[in-house]
Protein backbone atom coordinates (compact mmCIF):
# COMPACT_ATOMS: atom_id res chain seq x y z
CA UNK A 1 0.00 0.00 0.00
CA UNK A 2 1.48 3.47 -0.90
CA UNK A 3 1.06 6.36 1.55
CA UNK A 4 2.38 9.77 1.82
CA UNK A 5 5.18 11.17 4.54
CA UNK A 6 5.31 14.56 5.83
CA UNK A 7 6.64 15.87 2.47
CA UNK A 8 4.07 14.51 0.36
CA UNK A 9 6.06 11.51 -1.45
CA UNK A 10 4.23 8.25 -1.76
CA UNK A 11 6.16 5.75 0.21
CA UNK A 12 5.06 1.77 0.20
CA UNK A 13 4.07 1.34 3.94
CA UNK A 14 5.07 -2.32 4.14
CA UNK A 15 8.65 -1.53 3.74
CA UNK A 16 8.89 1.79 5.96
CA UNK A 17 7.00 -0.32 8.77
CA UNK A 18 9.87 -3.26 8.16
CA UNK A 19 12.25 -0.18 9.26
CA UNK A 20 10.66 0.76 12.05
CA UNK A 21 12.01 0.70 15.17
CA UNK A 22 10.28 -2.32 16.82
CA UNK A 23 9.87 -0.67 20.31
CA UNK A 24 8.03 2.37 19.02
CA UNK A 25 5.76 0.37 16.41
CA UNK A 26 4.45 -2.29 19.00
CA UNK A 27 3.64 1.18 21.31
CA UNK A 28 2.04 3.18 18.09
CA UNK A 29 -0.10 -0.10 17.30
CA UNK A 30 -1.03 -0.48 20.47
CA UNK A 31 -2.92 3.40 20.42
CA UNK A 32 -3.58 3.70 17.06
CA UNK A 33 -7.04 2.16 15.96
CA UNK A 34 -6.08 -0.53 13.72
CA UNK A 35 -9.87 -0.37 12.03
CA UNK A 36 -9.76 3.11 10.91
CA UNK A 37 -10.22 4.08 7.70
CA UNK A 38 -6.61 5.61 7.14
CA UNK A 39 -4.76 3.51 9.83
CA UNK A 40 -1.58 2.85 8.18
CA UNK A 41 -0.65 6.97 7.27
CA UNK A 42 -1.99 7.45 11.42
CA UNK A 43 0.45 4.49 12.25
CA UNK A 44 3.30 6.47 10.07
CA UNK A 45 2.70 9.76 11.28
CA UNK A 46 2.68 8.89 14.86
CA UNK A 47 5.84 6.72 14.67
CA UNK A 48 7.50 9.67 12.94
CA UNK A 49 7.03 12.04 15.72
CA UNK A 50 8.08 9.33 18.35
CA UNK A 51 11.09 8.54 16.41
CA UNK A 52 12.14 12.20 16.35
CA UNK A 53 12.01 12.22 20.18
CA UNK A 54 13.62 9.33 20.64
CA UNK A 55 16.20 9.37 18.48
CA UNK A 56 16.86 13.33 17.31
CA UNK A 57 16.20 12.49 13.73
CA UNK A 58 14.24 11.90 10.96
CA UNK A 59 13.32 8.72 10.10
CA UNK A 60 14.70 7.70 6.73
CA UNK A 61 11.27 6.91 4.77
CA UNK A 62 9.89 10.18 6.21
CA UNK A 63 12.61 12.02 4.38
CA UNK A 64 11.85 14.31 1.10
CA UNK A 65 13.66 11.38 -0.46
CA UNK A 66 13.03 8.39 0.96
CA UNK A 67 14.08 5.59 -1.05
CA UNK A 68 11.26 3.06 -0.79
Excluded: Q, T, W
Excluded at 23 to 35: K, M
Excluded at 49 to 65: A, T
Aim: hydrophobic fraction near 30%; include cysteine; glycine fraction near 4%.
Amino acid sequence: MLIRNEHGVAIHYEKAFALMDHDIRESVLEEVDPCSECSEASIFCEYCKRHRRRFHREFGPNMPDPGC
